[in-house]
Nanobody, 126 residues
Framework: AVELVESGGGSVQAGGSRKLSCSAS????????LAWFRQIPGKEREGVAA???????NYKATAKGRATISKDNTKNIMYLEMSGLQPEDSGTYYC????????????????????WGQGTQVTVSA
């Protein structure tokens, strides 16, 4: 079964940086639709960064310039690097992935990714 596992969450002071990782079993990130989402209690999960199967990236407006989504195909790990973190960046971060299909493009920030990790908490203190 496919499993995505995030790591790298934790506490950081405002202005700091954090690098999240997402590893996969039974799934290859190369050539796949990938994304990172953030969720805070009581709110819908929202996209932060996405990469399509061609490597084209999209970023949430408030994350642009502060976040970088990347992947290492040899290690089969995807990353989200964030800098200039602020308390409003706090939340549970989820990685998501799916294979592209001929009839449907990558979801980008849509919530219909096939596979999701369990989440890793990032807490930014002022």
């Amino acid at each position: 079964a496919v499993e995505l596992v995030e790591s790298g969450g934790g506490s950081v002071q405002a202005g700091g940086s954090r690098k999240l990782s997402c590893s996969a079993s039974a799934f290859t990130f190369s050539g796949s639709c990938l994304a990172w989402f953030r969720q805070i209690p009581g709110k819908e999960r929202e996209g932060v960064a996405a990469m399509d199967h061609n490597g084209y990236t999209n970023y949430k407006a408030t994350a642009k310039g502060r976040a970088t989504i990347s992947k290492d195909n040899t290690k089969n790990i995807m990353y989200l690097e964030m800098s200039g973190l602020q308390p409003e960046d706090s939340g549970t971060y989820y990685c998501a992935a799916q294979k592209p299909t001929a009839s449907r493009s990558c979801p980008v920030f849509g919530l219909w990714y096939t596979y999701w990790g369990q989440g890793t908490q990032v807490t930014v203190s002022a």
